[in-house]
């Protein structure tokens, strides 16, 4: 019998488990994301984290077959500007991701239509830790 169900810390074995196989299949190197307040002093153990809107675990049988983490994300839009712009406004990058980290954020998008993607943007956006996803995900989106 299989069910939905909200995910419990005591997922997170069979979840790292899952993730880890799934990265050998997949070429990929995704880490678990902290999903739980995991300090036992703290009056939220146990909960999830406020950056994990909403965590939910497949099971089959009893066995966990799949978890979906939501997290709050944020995407990157940039409109105008040229290169004189965009190296400016690149060195307030670090600036801009400390803030949203700071807000619960974990991560960050920014897409750049394939045409645009100069050596320069590829080499400022990695020099930032950014890294290109594209040539092997396919990236899904919709605004809710």
């Known amino acids: 019998m299989r069910r939905v169900r909200n995910t419990e810390p005591r997922d997170l ?19 678990v994301p902290p999903i739980f307040e ?25 066995r966990v ?11 990157c839009m940039g409109f105008g500007g040229g290169r004189e712009d965009m190296l400016f406004s690149a060195d307030h990058i670090p600036m801009a991701l400390d803030f949203l980290r700071r807000q619960g954020y974990d991560d960050c998008h920014v897409f750049i239509p394939g045409v645009r993607v100069s050596p320069e943007h590829h080499a400022l956006l990695a020099s930032h830790g ?15």
Not at 13 to 31: F, H, K, M, V
Not at 65 to 75: C, G, P
Not at 130 to 144: E, G, S, V
């Open 130 to 144: 950014m890294a290109r996803l594209d040539q092997r995900l396919a990236h899904f989106f919709r605004t809710l």
């Open 38 to 62: 995991m300090n036992e002093t703290s009056s939220r153990f146990g909960q999830l984290l406020p950056s994990v809107p909403l965590a939910l675990t497949t099971e089959r049988d009893g």
């Open 65 to 75: 077959r799949q978890v979906h983490v939501f997290l709050k994300t944020i995407e």
């Open 13 to 31: 074995p069979e979840l790292c488990r899952i993730a880890a196989a799934q990265n050998r299949r997949d070429g990929t190197s995704y880490p």
